[in-house]
């Protein structure tokens, strides 16, 4: 039941997301290194060490999308 | 001490395989558009010089690591990291602090340490180096999605892990939505300094000889990742994430232990070492369950503000152990000028403690199924202050600075405290320094 | 999903065109002042095999493709290719640092309120637009990939190998 429930919740979020957004031609901004979802990767490696070393969880953070949205 | 430090890192050691793998994955994934002077320049290898220091004589680590990526035109890329780090000074064996001196064994049986009376025990006799290495590659697939692979590998005295993880992201909507997916996999070996210790036996005295035991165990954990990045506009993008984690093995710190104590005063209950000197008192070595299902909702948003980039996240973790957290983290790219950048950054952790975390145990009562005094799983709040600066130059490198203040301060849950604990039970609070020096250039 | 691989229908292709045509004068005419009104007008290119690139400065793939239609251009100019540049920057300093790095040998149309590639019906960066002699859409191609340089380049040589109308 629940995991039909986040399904069902994965697909509306993928469907509503059908027209928020911007057109290829907009993304200068999102294009930029320090808009990247990975731009401090080596500081978040880094924190996430010394934090998993020193509390009780630690991850989550993935990767992919956003930018320039190019090819 | 070194194996403390990476004891808990190792319940979570594939949580930092993928983070760490999938971070370089996320290097060598998002494209960049700093056009540096050279712009065939094919390796962008960022590094980073890393202190880390805690208050008093507790923990010090001092970190090298480099992360590059290489570009094979068309997105094709590969990441590597490298980190070498060495630790030394004392952290918390897990025993209370007691009215009097305490004596206990070092882990590898051959020599003692002490603590003065009224302090949290701490164990200095670990120094460690350890050397971690990861791998990723990613590459298109067909128009819209992206595979990508990597493996991780690291290695210290006691402990040795090796990862593997894949991905796959797709994209929807003229490329405003991508899903992204990830598995990793992670096999851990533990060598513990002293041998595997029996659940809940006792710290005993020195041993001449030195003799481990030698035994090893092993660890598995398998993480899955599922996310959407939705780009809100022009100026925004937000980042859902929900990940899985499963934990299995030996999941024990196998240093840690619990002070056994009086069940009406809450004092430390004395022992005489035998012929060879050792502890002083009862010590349980802890136990932990063997395994460990967590599952966390992470969320990020990022938002351009006229060229000033904050960036917001939350994540929620809860599992088995009944370790539920809360994590609250916040930065701000301020741009000076045109080529230098400040960046503050505010963190804020909150965690439950796990169900078999104890203060101690009491002498004369059942042993639990499960306990651990390790402060890492106890009720906690933590807070990171912190700020950067970086400054790119005309080659297009870039060299920062980064310097910041954590501090951690736990509390023992009200009904693990006996007798006169509950007055001045202590937790061994803590507050650390980070100070980084990073470049960032093209090969 | 729409496609892009056939293209707008025939008939929707001749009036776009017509429109983009219109729109460039109308523009034109109705705003003398600084605002770079994107002035493009095929029907000027009449005969000739029309390649039109929707490029920005912070798009990667564009700053590999512009090196490659400058070849192309030099190429095949004399057997009549005309490429013509759209560059979608909002902002137009960031097209022109770029330019000073990438040096384009074509011709340059700046439509930084991007109502050209809304016309086209641009899907992704870098967005190319291939006409031909008889004013045509017979092919349009998403973003730039380096395996693909030389179909590309065959398909145009097959353009320009038909005659002038």
């Known amino acids: ?71 | 001490m070194r194996v403390q430090l990476i004891m808990a890192d190792k319940d979570l050691k594939i949580g930092a395989a993928l983070t760490a793998a999938t971070c370089s994955l996320l290097g060598i994934a998002a494209p960049t558009t700093a056009f540096a002077a050279d712009p065939d320049a094919k390796w962008d290898v960022d590094s980073a010089l890393l202190y880390y220091g805690e208050s008093d004589s507790r923990v010090k680590d001092l970190s090298l690591g480099t992360h590059a990526t290489r570009d094979f035109g068309d997105e094709r890329k590969l990441g590597l990291d490298l980190t070498v780090d060495s630790l030394t000074g004392a952290s918390p064996n897990g025993a209370a602090a007691s009215g009097g001196a305490q004596t206990f064994t070092s882990p590898s049986g051959r020599d003692v340490y002490s603590t003065p009376a009224g302090k949290v025990p701490l164990d200095d006799t670990f120094h460690d180096t350890r050397v971690a290495l990861n791998a990723g590659w990613s590459q298109p697939f067909a128009r819209l999605y992206t595979v990508s692979a990597g493996l991780g590998f690291s290695n210290e005295y006691d402990y040795q892990h090796l990862g593997a993880n894949v991905g796959l992201t797709r994209d929807f909507n003229e490329r405003n939505t991508t899903l992204s997916t990830a598995l990793a996999y992670g096999q851990d070996t533990v060598k513990p300094v002293g041998g595997i210790r029996t659940p809940f036996s006792l710290m005993g005295d020195v041993t001449g000889d030195g003799d481990d035991g030698g035994g090893s165990v092993h660890k598995n954990v398998l993480d899955a990742l599922l996310g959407i990045t939705q780009v809100l506009g022009r100026h925004s993008v937000l980042r859902l994430n929900y990940s899985y984690s499963d934990s299995s093995g030996y999941l024990t710190d196998p240093y840690k232990l619990l002070s056994v104590v009086d069940p009406v005063t809450g004092e430390l209950v004395a022992r005489t070492p035998g012929g060879a000197p050792g502890a002083t008192g009862l010590y349980r070595y802890e136990n932990r369950p063997d395994s460990r299902r967590k599952q966390a909702v992470y969320a990020e948003l990022r938002q351009d503000f006229s060229g000033k980039v904050l960036q917001i996240g939350y994540r929620y973790s809860t599992d088995d152990w009944e370790v539920d957290s809360h994590t609250l983290e916040s930065r701000l790219r301020w741009p000076l000028g045109e080529t230098s950048y400040l960046e503050p950054h505010v963190r804020y952790y909150t965690q439950t403690a796990a169900s078999f975390y104890r203060y101690s145990l009491a002498s004369g009562e059942p042993l639990p199924e499960f306990a651990s005094a390790d402060a890492r799983l106890a009720d906690l709040d933590a807070y990171t202050l912190g700020i950067k600066f970086g400054h790119v130059a005309p080659s297009g490198n870039e060299w920062s600075a980064r310097l910041e203040f954590y501090q951690q301060k736990s509390k023992p849950p009200a009904e693990t405290l006996i007798g006169t604990q509950i007055g001045h039970a202590q937790m061994p609070d803590f507050n650390a320094v980070i100070l980084q020096f990073g470049y960032r250039f093209k090969l | 999903m729409r496609l892009l691989a056939g293209g707008p229908r025939p008939l929707l292709r001749r009036w776009m065109s017509l429109l983009v045509v219109v729109a460039g004068l109308a523009m034109a005419v109705g705003r003398p002042a600084a605002a770079a009104a994107p002035a493009l007008d095929l029907a000027a290119y009449r005969g000739k095999v029309v390649v039109v690139d929707f490029w920005a400065s912070w798009c990667k793939p564009c700053r590999q493709s512009i090196p490659w239609l400058n070849e192309m251009r030099s190429r095949y100019a004399g057997r009549g290719l005309v490429i013509v540049g759209v560059n979608v920057d909002a902002e137009r300093a960031a097209a022109d640092r770029f330019l000073h790095q990438v040096p384009v040998d074509f011709e340059l149309v700046f439509d930084p309120e991007g109502s050209l590639a809304t016309r086209f019906g641009v899907k992704g960066m870098p967005s190319t637009f291939v006409f031909d002699r008889d004013g045509k859409l017979v092919d349009t191609h998403l973003g730039f990939r380096a395996t693909q340089k030389t179909a590309r380049e065959e398909s145009l040589q097959r353009l320009l190998s038909t005659s002038a109308p």
Not at chain 1, 34 to 40: C, G
């Open chain 1, 1 to 71: 039941m629940r995991r039909t429930c986040l399904a069902l919740l994965a697909a509306s979020l993928l469907a509503g997301c059908a027209n928020v957004g911007v057109k290829p031609w907009e993304r200068d901004v999102l294009a930029r290194d320090d808009m990247q979802l990975d731009s401090n990767a080596l500081d978040a490696a880094i924190d996430d060490h010394i934090y998993f070393s020193k509390e009780g969880t630690s991850g989550g953070r993935g990767f992919g999308g956003g930018g320039c949205g190019c090819n």
